[in-house]
Structures are given as structure tokens and as C-alpha cells.
């Protein structure tokens, strides 16, 4: 589907994209090689594969904060030479100011803009209320739990209205049954304002319940993508259900039957890796 069309179209194009760091010696190391992904304005991907495959690297690539050794990025079909300022980012640890409560958190991305503090303080209020805080907005981030911290950060990302998404992990540190609850709020607000979004997981099953199509990479280095699934699924979604779906189960086994070789063959890399070290 992908990548036939043309990426003046797309919301995130990568054409044969390489992304190499120097190591000692004069080394090389090629983390992703000739990476081609497309992501249509309103559509949610999910990236998968083994741990240190470069998925996040591809996630740093669209956000501008990698530049690729060789090969296109294109944003809304606009080459992309540094930061990319249609998206929003949204990490794996928090990024939460530990001296600010979580108004202040949320808030603070609109006064960098420019926005007035009390204005800024009256649409943060909306966006906690959104995702279920609003009586936790003068609580401090440690007195939340792990999934109220999340809710604050996915708030502080989309106070800003981004374009597009990137996801690392985002809910990767939360026990099974926060993330299902954070994937459900996750698809409601969504839904409600269809941005692209670029997500990386470590969990097959999520990236399925959560997308519009599933991406895999290869064991590094040198990853490559090697493959695209279409979830068939349809919208809207409950992740505690969607799970139970006899196509959700299909596709898993169809995708996993590729997967599984490469984390294999990931664990073995690093296996081989701390024995020589």
C-alpha cells in the first residue's frame, strides 16, 4: 500500500532511509538500512520488532532529532532538515517538571508559546479533565500513580495540537492492566481528532488492538522493514474485547510467525554480545 504513493501525501515519508553512528576505531555501526515507511494523515501505525532493532531510532528520525546517513524524510511532503515542529513526542519515562503540579505541567507548553498563563492554565484544566484528572490538577507527579503520570504527559502532548504523534513505549513501564485502560483513552481521544500517529511497541498484541496497521523490523544491526500488516479490525475499538476477536487472533499468528524468528534472533545477538564482553 505504502509504498507506491507518493510522499508528498503523507504525513511521514521515509524513503530508503540509513541511520549509522561512529563507534571507536573508525568504526560504523548501520542501526537501520534502507528503511521506507509511510504514515497517511489520520492513521495510526505501530512499529514491532526485537529489542535494539532501531525502532526508536525510526521514531527519532521523524521527530528531527536523528538525521539519516542517507535517504528522504518528508513531513506533509516537506523535507525535514531539523526538528520536526508538527509533531508531538511522547516518551517512555516521564517527562514531567517534578516541581510543577500537573496543571502547570500541561500548561507550560502553551506559555513557552506564547499563549497567557491564565489562558494557558484554563485549556490545561480541559485536557486533564479529558483524560480523567481534572480534580488531580494541583497534585504534584509524585503523588500520582504510574498511569495518572502518563495521563498528565499525553495531555501536556496534545494541549499543543500536533499534527502527528510519536509514541515510544509510552505505557511500557505500567502493569498489564493500567496499559489497556491508557490504550482505550489513548484510541477515545484519538478518535475524536484523527492525527497520524507513529507508535513503537514491544507487545504484538497492543500494537494490533491499537492500530490501523502493523509494522515489523528486522534483528539488527542493519534493520530493515520487513514487514506491513493491514488490521482488519474495525472502529471503534475496546482493547479489553478487540483481543478476543478471532481476526485479532489470525493476524497475531500470521505476524508472529515472522516476528518470532528475529527476536530469536535479537536475544541470541545480545546473548553473544555479554558473553564476549
Known amino acids: 500500500m505504502q509504498a507506491g504513493e507518493a510522499a508528498t501525501s503523507m504525513a511521514v515519508a521515509l524513503d530508503d532511509a540509513t541511520v549509522a553512528f561512529g563507534i571507536a576505531e573508525n568504526r560504523v555501526y548501520t542501526a537501520v538500512e534502507q528503511a521506507t515507511l509511510r504514515v497517511a494523515d489520520g492513521e495510526f501505525v505501530a512499529i514491532v520488532g526485537p529489542t535494539g532493532c532501531g525502532k526508536s531510532t525510526l521514531l527519532n528520525v521523524a521527530a528531527g532529532l536523528l538525521a539519516p546517513a542517507s535517504g528522504a524524510v518528508r513531513i506533509f511532503g516537506q523535507s525535514l532538515g531539523g526538528l520536526n515542529a508538527q509533531a508531538g513526542y511522547l516518551f517512555q519515562a516521564d517527562a514531567l517538571f517534578p516541581w510543577k503540579t500537573a496543571l502547570d505541567n ?5 506559555e513557552i508559546a506564547g499563549v497567557t498563563r491564565d489562558e494557558a492554565r484554563a485549556r490545561a484544566q480541559e485536557w486533564l479533565t479529558s483524560v480523567g484528572l481534572g480534580a488531580f490538577a494541583g497534585r504534584y507527579p509524585h503523588m500520582l500513580s504510574g498511569g495518572q503520570r502518563k495521563r498528565v504527559g499525553l495531555a501536556q502532548v496534545l494541549i499543543r495540537n500536533p499534527k502527528i504523534l510519536l509514541m515510544d513505549e509510552p505505557f511500557g513501564p ?7 485502560i491508557m490504550g482505550n483513552l489513548l484510541l477515545d481521544l484519538w478518535t475524536k481528532d484523527r492525527k497520524a500517529v507513529l507508535f513503537v511497541t514491544h507487545d504484538l498484541e497492543e500494537a494490533i488492538a491499537l492500530a490501523d496497521r502493523v509494522v515489523i523490523m528486522s534483528a539488527g544491526p542493519g534493520s530493515r522493514i520487513i514487514g506491513d500488516w493491514k488490521v482488519p479490525l474495525s472502529r471503534p475499538r475496546d482493547i479489553f474485547e478487540v483481543r478476543l476477536d478471532k481476526e485479532f487472533h489470525a493476524l497475531h499468528r500470521e505476524i508472529w510467525s515472522v516476528l518470532k524468528d528475529e527476536v530469536m534472533k535479537g536475544y541470541a545477538q545480545s546473548a553473544g554480545m ?4
Open 174 to 180: 505500567l502493569d498489564a492492566q493500567t496499559r489497556q
Open 106 to 110: 500541561v500548561a507550560i507548553g502553551l
Open 274 to 277: 555479554g558473553a564476549v564482553s
